[in-house]
Nanobody, 128 residues
Framework: QVQLIESGGGLVQAGDSLRLSCATSGGVTSSDYAMGWFRRAPGKEREFVGAISMSGRNTRYADSLKGRFTISRDNAKDTVYLQIDSLEPEDTAVYYC????????????????????WGQGTQVTVAL
């Protein structure tokens, strides 16, 4: 059974940086999947944050979040990361990672229905 386990969330101050991690387990390596990060703020729908291709060569981000968010992956460790810089109170949300089966090394995906597996999320709270 494929599992995605997020970690690294917590309570931080505005302006801080945070790195979230997503580890895969269950006999499937993350290198078999394109990966994505989504978030759900209180009272809002889950929204796309960014994605990285299976190869790691390509990334894409939500237009409104470009510049402060960076996705990377270490396939040797079966882990994907989301670096968030200059955190703002509006970044307060539960952050989810997701895995999309694909045959294409360099494609990324931004829609939720493209993803096959989801983690349970990690809470990020940004205080003023």
């Amino acid at each position: 059974q494929v599992q995605l386990i997020e970690s690294g969330g917590g309570l931080v101050q505005a302006g801080d940086s945070l790195r979230l991690s997503c580890a895969t387990s269950g006999g499937v390596t993350s290198s078999d999947y394109a990966m994505g990060w989504f978030r759900r703020a209180p009272g809002k729908e889950r929204e796309f944050v960014g994605a990285i291709s299976m190869s790691g060569r390509n990334t894409r981000y939500a237009d409104s979040l470009k510049g402060r968010f960076t996705i990377s992956r270490d396939n040797a460790k079966d882990t994907v990361y989301l670096q968030i810089d200059s955190l703002e109170p509006e970044d307060t949300a539960v952050y989810y990672c997701a895995a999309a089966r694909t045959s294409y090394n360099d494609l990324t995906y931004r829609t939720r229905d493209r993803y096959n597996y989801w983690g349970q999320g990690t809470q990020v709270t940004v205080a003023l």
